[in-house]
């Protein structure tokens, strides 16, 4: 069994609509959550991080974690055409060092 | 601002031969780390090195080796290519010490085996 699960989907949605991601996870040891973002073809880049069980919003994404439920999710808000790309859920044990990713979501928003 | 680039961008591999994918940052980062991605598994952790002269394996190392000489570079080589090699390799860099340190990834190199 994987650390962390994800479903890879693909995710489709109308341009416009809440996107909603979410990943569970295994060893009650992490304790830093993050959601990287890939378009094609190119690096992850860092969208949104926590440390604490609750929400936490930035702009149109809120990240949420559940430490006691093992689940974090992501909200995308009003979703536009350029939100299209894979979204991965990573978590950590320390502030820094090895992070584990879940498998990724790709999601597509149509115009 | 360059960040973490990696070179080659593409690499075709016979079989058996053995090469070298070129990571360096200009961040001073301490850490930095090698990850496979492949479809449907994520970003497997290959290597890691916490600074100069320091490396230690991560979840998928058998096959490749990996040294940090200086804190801006860190190869990845492959000793010698197998089919099961193919993949998109990333590296990233971060600070250890702070609150949010965030990994820093490059562009990537797909490497195709035959």
């Known amino acids: 069994q994987k650390e962390v699960e994800q479903d890879p989907g693909p995710l489709s949605v109308p341009e416009g609509a809440i996107v909603s991601l979410n990943c569970t996870y295994s060893n009650s040891a992490f304790q830093y959550f993050m959601w990287y973002r890939q378009y094609s073809r190119k690096g992850p880049e860092l969208l949104m991080y926590?440390?604490?069980?609750g929400n936490k919003e930035d702009g149109r994404f809120t990240a949420q974690v559940d430490k006691s439920s093992k689940y974090i999710s992501l909200f995308i808000r009003d979703s536009q055409p350029s939100d299209s790309a894979t979204y991965l859920c990573?978590?950590?044990?320390?502030?820094?060092?090895?992070?584990?990713f879940g498998a990724g979501t790709q999601v597509v928003v149509t115009p | 601002n360059a960040g973490v680039t990696q070179t080659p961008k593409f690499q075709v591999l016979k079989t058996g031969q053995s090469m070298t994918l070129q990571c360096a940052q200009d961040?001073?980062?301490?850490?930095m780390s090698w990850y496979r991605q492949d479809p449907g598994m994520g970003l497997r952790l290959i290597h890691y090195s916490v600074g100069a002269g320091i490396t230690d394996q991560g979840e998928v190392p058998n096959g490749y080796n990996v040294s940090r000489s200086t804190t801006e570079d860190f190869p990845l080589r492959l000793l010698s290519a197998a089919p099961s090699q193919t993949s998109v390799y990333f590296c990233?860099?971060?600070?250890?010490?702070?609150?949010?340190?965030?990994?820093?990834f490059g562009q990537g190199t797909r490497l195709t085996v035959v």
């Open positions: 961040m001073n980062h301490e850490y």
């Open positions: 990573a978590m950590r044990t320390d502030s820094w060092g090895k992070l584990q």
């Open positions: 990233a860099s971060s600070k250890i010490q702070g609150p949010n340190t965030e990994a820093f």
């Open positions: 926590t440390y604490s069980s």
